[in-house]
């Protein structure tokens, strides 16, 4: 993890995929794709980077734990969040070669209303589904893609 202040992160360093760090679910699939995708930056929903770069997201109200964000700066980028974010995460980690980016790009195009309801399903009982779920440890802290 970086020490000390940092500035904000800014468009030349890349997209950064924002995860809620005390669950052990997203804790393990964030270090996982994390070693499949060396360009990808992590940060804590619940840290500095998120508050600095996520407050314009919402109306004030604190974005939910169980909430999956992919912000991708620059003229193309933008802000991803549930199963868009997943879907785009696959994608810039390469998952599944060239038929998984096919996937995953065609599955990102159907309505939130289709992809987000499984989503939220799995977001919600996710405790379950990793019965190790404490065990499983944050990235690699010393990882300077891990953004306080």
């Not at 794709?33 to 109306?59: F, I, S, V």
Request: charged letters at 15%; proline letters at 15%.
């Amino acid at each position: 993890m970086r020490t000390g202040p940092q500035p904000p992160p800014t468009s030349s360093e890349g997209p950064i995929l924002f995860f809620d760090a005390p669950c052990g679910w997203c804790r393990g699939w964030t270090g996982w794709l994390a070693r499949r995708a060396p360009h990808l930056l992590l940060a804590p929903l619940q840290g500095e980077t998120a508050r600095c770069l996520l407050k314009n997201l919402q109306d004030g109200s604190p974005i939910p734990p169980n909430t999956l964000i992919l912000f991708q700066p620059g003229p193309e980028g933008g802000v991803e969040i549930h199963a868009r974010a997943l879907l785009g995460a696959l994608t810039l980690a390469g998952v599944g070669g060239a038929a998984g980016r096919m996937l995953w790009l065609t599955l990102a195009r159907l309505p939130r209303g289709v992809l987000n309801p499984p989503y939220r399903l799995l977001s919600r009982h996710r405790q379950w589904l990793t019965p190790l779920a404490p065990a499983c440890p944050l990235p690699d802290t010393s990882d300077p893609r891990l953004l306080p």
